[in-house]
């Protein structure tokens, strides 16, 4: 398994080093040919302002998602979030297992530990990396209290 995460991770930094010109894709199993492709779990009738996720080769980039609705506490929020990022997930043929980085975004730093306690099995026996913020002013989009995105492989 750690193998396989370096595989991926491997080929994922050269195939951004090929997205920015450089063009090592070609040598980490990316090539021109590969042709990125969008999904929407839930797309509306207009075109969205983004896509659910996004993919490229092997590779599966999730949008941000965050929980709008009450109950209004970081446990129920979390679970939401990691819940709508494993439908995200399997609509675009991955699991929570093939995860290889999660960006946290907090409304308030003060949530870390409630988060934490939530978050932590969600993503198997081998959690990906993770970067965690507390956003300024204004908070997270749309009242929820915590927003994720992540980067994973098929």
Same mark, same amino acid.
């Not at 042709?35 to 999730?62: C, D, Q, R, W, Y």
């Not at 709008?68 to 043929?93: Q, R, S, Y």
């Given at each position: 398994?750690?193998?396989?995460?370096?595989?991926?991770?491997?080929?994922?930094?050269?195939?951004?080093?090929?997205?920015?010109?450089?063009?090592?894709?070609?040598?980490?199993?990316?090539?021109?040919?590969?042709?990125? !492709?969008?999904?929407?779990?839930?797309? *509306?009738?207009? =075109?969205?302002?983004?896509?659910? +996720?996004?993919?490229?080769?092997?590779?599966?980039?999730?949008?941000?998602?965050?929980? +709008?609705?009450?109950?209004?506490?970081?446990?129920? +929020?979390?679970?939401?979030?990691?819940?709508? @990022?494993?439908?995200?997930?399997?609509?675009?043929?991955?699991?929570?297992?093939? =995860?290889?980085?999660?960006?946290?975004? @907090?409304?308030?730093?003060?949530?870390?530990?409630?988060?934490?306690?939530? &978050?932590?099995?969600?993503?198997?026996?081998? *959690?990906? !990396?993770?970067?965690? %913020?507390?956003?300024?002013?204004?908070? %997270?989009?749309?009242?929820? @209290?915590?927003?994720?995105?992540?980067?994973? &492989?098929?």
């Amino acid at each position: 398994m750690k193998t396989q995460r370096r595989t991926v991770l491997k080929n994922l930094f050269a195939s951004m080093l090929g997205v920015a010109g450089i063009g090592l894709a070609a040598k980490a199993g990316t090539t021109e040919r590969d042709e990125k !492709v969008v999904g929407n779990v839930e797309a *509306p009738e207009n =075109v969205p302002l983004f896509s659910g +996720h996004t993919k490229l080769g092997n590779m599966i980039f999730i949008a941000g998602k965050g929980a +709008h609705v009450a109950p209004f506490t970081i446990a129920a +929020h979390t679970d939401i979030v990691l819940k709508e @990022l494993e439908k995200e997930l399997i609509a675009a043929g991955s699991s929570m297992e093939k =995860v290889l980085k999660v960006t946290v975004f @907090l409304n308030d730093i003060a949530d870390y530990k409630g988060m934490n306690e939530v &978050y932590q099995g969600r993503f198997g026996k081998n *959690p990906p !990396v993770r970067t965690t %913020v507390a956003v300024a002013k204004g908070g %997270v989009p749309g009242d929820s @209290l915590v927003e994720m995105d992540c980067i994973a &492989y098929i």
